[in-house]
Nanobody
Framework: VQLVESGGGSVQSGGSLRLSCAAS????????MSWYRQAPGREREWVAR????????NYADSVKDRFTIARDNYKNTVYLQMNSLKPEDTAVYFC???????WGAGTQVTVSS
């Protein structure tokens, strides 16, 4: 049972990245999923969530209208499309399955000005 994030990297301000989180070992389509992030010296913060069939999404105010969460239940994968990136988006990004209390190991996103 695991979540594995990928797609992080270094981009300039205004750029885009798409994060992926591949799930295995459980029935992915039964579970809502979330993305969190943690910047150096700061607490982990919630970024976005999506329900089990993708019909409902919610976003933190800090990323609303810039980030989009989506999922493909055939590929057991949840995505985070990040556009108009800002230096303050620099963090390690984690996916999380709340009902399973399951975290991925995270992927680093660095945005330079």
């Amino acid at each position: 049972v695991q979540l594995v994030e990928s797609g992080g990297g270094s981009v300039q301000s205004g750029g885009s990245l798409r994060l992926s989180c591949a799930a295995s070992g459980f029935t992915f389509s039964f579970y809502g999923m979330s993305w969190y992030r943690q910047a150096p010296g700061r607490e982990r913060e919630w970024v976005a969530r999506i329900d089990s069939d993708g019909g409902s999404t919610n976003y933190a105010d800090s990323v609303k209208d810039r980030f989009t969460i989506a999922r493909d239940n055939y590929k057991n994968t949840v995505y985070l499309q990040m556009n108009s990136l800002k230096p303050e988006d620099t963090a390690v990004y984690f996916c999380y399955a709340p009902r399973r209390s399951l975290w991925g190991a995270g992927t680093q996103v660095t945005v330079s000005s």
